[in-house]
């Protein structure tokens, strides 16, 4: 599949600085740049990052971090993700800053470097083998040599290794007919790459999913206005598989595994200019604060931050400002089954960042 | 289903069991409330503090130790059985 080797081939130029309360030498060291894998977690870089500030260091034990304008990052993201989610207007090369002190353990999760990464990515594959087939016994029955293998393959980006190696999993491939209509040069690619057995083909199986929405309350001409995420409160994380609905004729699309997913947040454009107050769903479970250093709705235990400057916001009248995956920003239009396809993650996530933008509005009527 | 005037702080609440394996002691109370909008840290932590360890190994059904960044309601939503969200806890790496 031509477009999974672009996926897997795509890297983000970073140029990485390191704390400057951690420079002890004159002149300082310049920053490190280093080319990440999209598909790649930031702790897997330190080695190559390490040697360029070694002898600055000062006294102690690494405990390395990074943060992008003050924001600690999530290791565990993918730095694809973590690209796309952060950089409203992309930033070449994307200025990191890296910690080698002063891990901040209220913020985040502890990594003890590889080990943990390799953990979280096996984990997040056997969360995605119970969502696909209902629990882990593919991910399970993979011997231990397989598991590395697989792992290895992420680690050094071979797709070759991987392909080979995920077979073994039997997860398939989702298919329908726009699976085939658009995949046509891969049908010989798929021949080749060994069958998908009856336990892996997913025919309306639940695709895994996680989702990251921030939040407008305007239109910006162009994505450097946009307000900076300086807090992961900022950032709304979902949790939750996408299900293929199949009708007759009738093309599941990315807005419509959007729609699926914040079903109370997303009205179909047309209705828009009718009346912005018009929820779809027949859940209206909206509560409306007043605080205006940061408004929230919560709706069935989940909250979405709204970025909002003066006004109190609604829900119902989102609009769709940004989808971003795997760096790209696919026309809503575009079949669900072929961005799951080829856009998904080696861990069988589909990492997906929207940003939503709420209408202001003055009076409430409620 | 909250009504539209219902405070935010009765956000909804999910149940969580919990349950030893293989070396780990057996709680007095092993089942309990929490607020979905909580992480799964929260969770990891209380075991901690309960079986006063440092580190513990925490799994849903059995099958996966999720990301402790986790919301509770989201792991219910998907991992759920019964109405509860089955938590395994053990002191060493009990499903590798």
Partial sequence: MEAQKYVWEGAIPLQIHLNESEVTTLPPPPPALILAPRIGYLPLLIPLIKPHFAATLPPGVDTVWFDYKGLPLKWYIPTGVLFDLLCAEPERPWNLTVHFRGYPNNLLIPCEGEDSVKWSFINSLKEADYIISGNCKNVMHMSQFDQLELWHSVMNGNLEAYLRTSSKLKFGIVEDEYTLKIDLCSQKSRKTTGEVGMGGQMKTGKIPVRLYIWSVSEDFEDFEDMPKIDSWDKISYINQPIEIHREEGKCFTLHDALKSLMPEFLVDKSLIDEESFRLEGEDEQVILSEDLSSNRMAAEGREISCQSVESTCTSGAAEIKLVRIQGIEPKLEIPFSWVVNNLKNPEHFLHICVCLKFPQVNSLDR | ?96
Wanted: a positive charge; glycine letters at 4%; charged letters at 20%.
């Fill in chain 2, 1 to 96: 289903m909250a009504s539209v005037t219902e405070s935010p702080s009765s956000v909804r609440k999910v149940i969580v069991q919990l349950k030893a394996t293989a070396d780990a002691p057996i709680l007095k109370q092993n089942k309990f409330k929490i607020p979905g909008t909580d992480k799964f840290a929260k969770v990891i932590d209380f075991l901690r503090r309960q079986l006063h360890r440092e580190t513990v190994f925490v799994y849903i059904n059995s099958a996966f130790s999720p990301n402790p960044d986790e919301l509770v309601i989201d792991l219910f939503n998907n991992f759920g059985v019964d109405g509860k969200l089955l938590v395994n806890y053990a002191c060493s790496m009990a499903w590798g």
